[in-house]
């Protein structure tokens, strides 16, 4: 049955001689978290878990709980391990934190309530601290600026050799546990539950070794080892196929979960035995976006970033819209990973107006954003200066235009998004995406971006 909340206990009344108390930031944030739309929206997704959490069941960790331990998982940069370990053991925290005398919940507790979340509702909550922003006055929302950075997925350097060995090992370890959960019934596959993981490790090393090697012996000798492990794969498909028609045809639940699991790898199996033979076997460029760089994290893109030491990274673009005060009003994941960015200033415009009731009266943006179109745009979306660089040979109007003082002074408030992604890339984690999945991509940003928002505002309402 899920619970609200606990009976509160004033921690720090019953050990005054410590003279315990939050510091000004954290008060505020404690009573940020109060409010009754966020706990609302959270406890709407923790109902969903099973049809009857609301009602029936053992007792919960509370919604308040589970809510205030993931904000400070985030505000601090901590896993879900080290975020139980501190809170059991500090008493401002478990002060801060709603938990009082009771048990603090395990990791993986929290980690199984955390995956209830979604993406939307992440959305919702960031919503809200944006209305929250402007009923503190942190921000009126005059100004608007907006990026996209890259938030690089949890995977290994993508290689065709790995991708196709990623797949081998996946699939030859299901099949080793259908062969358990299929019982008597698995003698007349025969040789279908072979692993060719061993042959596939061998056929890499030499992969890596021959990879050294340059001139017309080189590259034979790279196609006649990818041949190889091409066929390897191409058998270790076909013998998870004919498991997985034996599955299906189980009454077991494991079974079936297994040949879902089948159902769910044996194509992004084929798909990097299809993409090796065409990039290496036959020499045809695969374009970015028909690539597969991750067995496990399939929706990862490649993003041209034309950094030294980086020119490309492997994961999703974010798009942040930013006003004055340091909070981000909208962000979205992008279906494209690479190209120009100009068509989503109109999403942002649209979101500025469904938070503020109006267009800014300065928009700033970089190149990427920049086309006549989108200056129209916002012309006509009512945006009194617009601060975008010309893109090509500008005329001498232009030109004269750029060098103006007020152009000048729009363009660098511009600049000051670029420190506030380096500030979410580096203390709201939106470097790397800890989390599995699409799904899980829109929870890290979300909870990152939430987290930033709602540590604006109690710092401004600390200053105040």
């Known amino acids: 049955m899920l619970r609200d909340r606990y009976e509160p206990v004033d921690l ?83 002060q801060f934190c709603r938990v009082y005398l009771e048990k603090v919940p395990a990791d993986t507790t929290l980690i199984r309530w955390a995956n209830t979340l979604g993406p939307a509702t992440l959305q919702k909550l960031n919503d809200r601290a944006v209305q929250l922003a402007r009923a503190g006055k942190v921000t009126r929302g005059r100004k608007l600026r907006v990026d996209t950075t890259a938030v690089e997925a949890d995977i290994h350097y993508p290689t065709d050799s790995a991708l196709v ?74 013998q998870g196929e004919r498991v997985r028609g034996a599955l299906q045809r189980s009454a077991g639940e494991q079974a079936l979960r297994l040949a879902a699991r089948l159902g769910e790898f044996l194509p992004r199996l084929r798909r ?98 920049s086309s006549a179109a989108n200056e129209a745009l916002a012309r006509e979306a009512g945006v009194k200066q617009v601060a975008l660089p010309h893109v090509g040979k500008a005329s001498v109007e232009r030109k004269a235009l750029e060098k103006g003082r007020r152009f000048r002074r729009g363009y660098r408030f511009r600049a000051g998004i670029e420190g506030r992604i380096h500030v979410l890339r580096r203390d709201r984690g939106l470097k790397r995406c800890r989390y599995h999945g699409e799904s899980g991509m829109g929870r890290w940003v979300g909870w990152g971006i939430v987290t930033h928002n709602l540590s604006k505002v109690a710092e401004a309402g600390a200053a105040q």
């Not at 739309?37 to 009602?55: E, G, K, M, N």
């Not at 976006?289 to 034309?306: A, C, D, G, Y």
């Not at 030294?308 to 819209?321: I, N, Q, S, W």
Request: hydrophobic share 45%; net charge positive; no cysteine.
């Open 12 to 94: 720090f009344a019953l050990v005054p001689q410590l003279g315990l108390g939050f510091d000004p930031q954290l008060a505020q944030l404690d009573r940020l978290l109060d409010d009754d739309q966020i706990f609302a929206a959270v406890r709407a997704d923790l109902a969903r878990r099973y049809p009857l959490t609301p009602v029936h069941g053992r007792r919960s960790t509370p919604v308040e709980v589970i809510l205030r331990m993931l904000v400070v998982m985030r505000l601090y940069g901590w896993s879900y391990e080290r975020t139980a370990y501190f809170v059991n053991d500090s008493l401002v925290l478990r």
């Open 272 to 369: 990097g035995i299809d993409q090796a033979s065409r990039r290496v076997l036959q020499g045809e460029a695969v374009p970015a976006p028909e690539k597969l760089l991750s067995l496990f994290e399939p929706h990862t893109q490649v993003i041209p970033r034309f950094k030294a030491g980086k020119p490309v990274e492997f994961g999703r673009k974010l798009r942040l819209d930013e006003v004055e005060g340091g909070i981000i009003t909208g962000y979205a994941i992008l279906d494209r990973g690479g190209g120009q960015d100009q068509a989503y200033l109109k999403d942002s415009l649209a979101a500025h107006r469904r938070h503020f009731g109006r267009a800014p009266d300065l928009l700033a943006a970089d190149r990427g954003m």
């Open 165 to 238: 060995g990623d797949g081998v090992r996946v699939v030859s370890r299901l099949l080793r546990r259908a062969k358990g959960a299929l019982g008597p019934a698995a003698a007349g596959l025969g040789r279908a539950f072979r692993s060719r993981v061993r042959t596939v490790r061998k056929l890499s090393q030499q992969l890596h070794r021959i990879a050294r090697h340059k001139g017309e012996e080189g590259r034979a000798a790279l196609k006649a080892a990818y041949t190889k492990l091409i066929a390897v794969a191409r058998l270790t498909a076909a």
